[in-house]
């Protein structure tokens, strides 16, 4: 599957600076990462984006991260992320009230998966 321009631009991007913030990045068996097929990466993190820059640089493969609605109130950064395949997500703590908006992450992560790409999901590794 090829991985679209833009998101090969903007992971060149980001491992551009990824190299200036960290001195080495390791990546242990890269080769288990399948080239093709459906791929379901999930992480835990302390609530930092640059975990996904991590691994969008890492991985070959073009990966659909899950990110909170609160990213796409930008117009700018809305189009930069939907066009990245960057699937947005209602935490309760983003509305309280939107909750049912979840089932549309949900349904857009099985259309992901179906189409044999990668989904990236992040948990937020402590309880606040």
């Known amino acids: 599957m090829k991985v679209p321009g833009l998101y090969r631009f903007m992971r060149w991007i980001i491992a551009l600076a990824l190299g200036f913030y960290f001195r080495r990045i390791e990546r242990f068996h890269p080769e288990r990462v399948p080239a093709t097929g459906p791929v379901l990466f999930t992480c ?11 691994v969008g640089a890492a991985v070959p493969r073009k990966v659909n991260f899950v990110a909170t609605v609160q990213l796409f109130r930008f117009a700018p950064l809305k189009w930069l992320l939907t066009s990245c395949g960057v699937i947005p997500i209602n935490r309760v703590k983003d ?14 992560c099985y259309q992901v998966l179906e ?13 606040p």
Do not use: C, Q
């Open 44 to 54: 835990n993190h302390p609530n930092s984006l640059t975990d996904s820059f991590v």
């Open 95 to 108: 509305d309280p009230k939107g909750m049912r908006s979840v089932a549309d992450t949900f349904a857009a």
């Open 115 to 127: 189409r044999g790409e990668a989904i990236g999901i992040f948990s937020r590794g402590h309880h």
